[in-house]
C-alpha cells in the first residue's frame, strides 16, 4: 500500500478482518466491501441509498464523513434507525476520515 493507505476493521457475522484500501481505489464503501467480501445481495440499488442493503454500523468515522446526506436519513428513518452510527455504506466515501474505523455489516 501506498502511504496514503486507509485501514477499516471489518466485522461480518462476529468475525473481525482488517482491509486496507486508498483513496480513490473504490466509489463507496459498499462497493469496497462487495469486491472484498462477496456480499450477496449487499447493495441491490447500486448506491442509490433506497434500498438499505448494505446497512452498516460504524465506529471511529471522523471528520465530514459523519454527516448523513442525499437519501440516507430518508431511508434509514422508515426502517426505524435514528442512531448515528447506524449507515448506509454506498453512502460513505473512501476517504481518510474512514482510517481505522470499524464496520460492521448488519443483516437487513
Excluded: W
Excluded at 433506497?50 to 471528520?63: S, V, Y
Amino acid at each position: 500500500m501506498n502511504d496514503n493507505s486507509i485501514k477499516l476493521v471489518i466485522i461480518e457475522n462476529g468475525a473481525k478482518q482488517i482491509i486496507q484500501t486508498h483513496p480513490g481505489e473504490y466509489r463507496n464503501l459498499m462497493m469496497l466491501l462487495r469486491d472484498k467480501l462477496f456480499l450477496e445481495g449487499f447493495g441491490e440499488c447500486g448506491g442509490m441509498g433506497r434500498c438499505a442493503t448494505c446497512i452498516i454500523k460504524t465506529k471511529g468515522i471522523n471528520g465530514i464523513s459523519n454527516i448523513k446526506e442525499r437519501n440516507e436519513p430518508a431511508t434509514l428513518s422508515k426502517l426505524g434507525f435514528h442512531e448515528n452510527d447506524i449507515r448506509l455504506s454506498c453512502q460513505l466515501l473512501i476517504t481518510p476520515d474512514l482510517d481505522n474505523a470499524e464496520i460492521e455489516i448488519m443483516e437487513y
